[in-house]
């Protein structure tokens, strides 16, 4: 995936760059909008992260420039103001996230891939999804594995997309909640296992006696097979 990084303090830019790095990005940095604005035709983003206060245009004015050009790649805005207001002014001017600074570079990263999940997936979504045996009406909510219908919760649902969504592709912990529990207070990370253990229960109550779809992947996360074993 590209980013594109538009931060004029180089100690926030180079801690950006080494970290989405780290996570095998593509990442451009840029100090100011007008630079952002000339290196944004003509590559496909995954990711612009947009600082706010930016010498020249504005944080704000570049994103709406960006937007009224057409451009769709997710948004997310960096600043240190942190009123209601300001919030809102970032996400009026077309930003898909506001973070206010100082932030965790984790939690930066989680956001990036939960916007990337829900772009890779609006729009041209089929309403039936197919993996294998395994089938799942995203419109009745209906799951079936085999002929056999496998009657879900409506969060087990939602896992099980997320899950058939990426056949073959571990997804972490962190990836899953952020997709699912990121907007609900109170939850924590091993609301994950316990969601993924009723899901494997119930679709192996439809296979032979030892089967999984499910696999836990060490030290990667889950992962929904690619066919039926």
Same mark, same amino acid.
């Given at each position: 995936?590209?980013i594109?990084v538009?931060e004029?303090?180089p100690?926030?830019?180079?801690?950006? *760059?080494?970290?989405?790095s780290s996570? /095998?990005? #593509?990442?451009e940095?840029?100090g100011d909008?007008?630079?952002a604005? =000339? $290196?944004?035709?003509?590559?496909?983003?995954?990711?612009?992260?947009l600082?706010?206060?930016?010498?020249?245009?504005?944080?704000?004015?570049?994103?709406?420039?960006?937007?009224?050009?057409?451009?769709t790649?997710?948004?997310l805005?960096?600043?240190a103001?942190?009123?209601?207001?300001?919030?809102?002014?970032?996400l009026?001017?077309g930003?898909?996230?506001?973070?206010?600074k100082?932030?965790?570079?984790?939690?930066?990263?989680?956001?990036?891939?939960?916007?990337?999940?829900?772009?890779?997936?609006?729009?041209?979504?089929?309403r *039936?999804?197919?993996?294998?045996?395994? /089938?799942? #009406?995203?419109?009745?909510?209906?799951?079936?594995?085999?002929?056999? =219908? $496998?009657r879900?919760?409506?969060?087990?649902?939602?896992?099980?997309a997320l899950?058939?969504?990426?056949?073959?592709?571990p997804l972490?912990?962190?990836?899953?909640?952020?997709?699912?529990w990121?907007?609900h207070g109170?939850?924590?990370?091993?609301?994950v296992?316990?969601?993924?253990?009723?899901l494997r229960?119930?679709l192996?109550?439809?296979?032979p006696e030892g089967?999984?779809?499910?696999?836990t992947?060490r030290?990667?996360g889950?992962m929904?097979?690619?066919e039926?074993?």
């Amino acid at each position: 995936m590209n980013i594109l990084v538009v931060e004029d303090d180089p100690d926030i830019g180079s801690l950006l *760059r080494r970290g989405f790095s780290s996570e /095998s990005y #593509d990442v451009e940095l840029v100090g100011d909008g007008e630079a952002a604005l =000339r $290196v944004v035709t003509g590559r496909a983003w995954g990711a612009i992260i947009l600082d706010v206060m930016l010498p020249g245009r504005s944080g704000i004015e570049v994103c709406k420039a960006l937007r009224a050009g057409g451009q769709t790649a997710p948004i997310l805005m960096l600043s240190a103001r942190s009123s209601v207001n300001e919030r809102t002014e970032g996400l009026l001017a077309g930003a898909d996230d506001y973070i206010v600074k100082p932030f965790a570079f984790e939690e930066l990263l989680a956001r990036v891939k939960v916007q990337a999940l829900r772009r890779s997936n609006a729009g041209t979504e089929p309403r *039936r999804l197919e993996v294998g045996a395994l /089938s799942l #009406d995203l419109d009745t909510r209906q799951a079936q594995l085999g002929g056999t =219908r $496998v009657r879900l919760t409506e969060r087990e649902v939602e896992l099980l997309a997320l899950l058939m969504r990426h056949p073959g592709e571990p997804l972490s912990r962190a990836d899953i909640f952020a997709a699912l529990w990121a907007g609900h207070g109170g939850a924590s990370l091993n609301v994950v296992d316990v969601y993924v253990g009723y899901l494997r229960h119930k679709l192996a109550e439809a296979l032979p006696e030892g089967a999984h779809l499910i696999m836990t992947v060490r030290g990667r996360g889950f992962m929904l097979e690619a066919e039926e074993s």
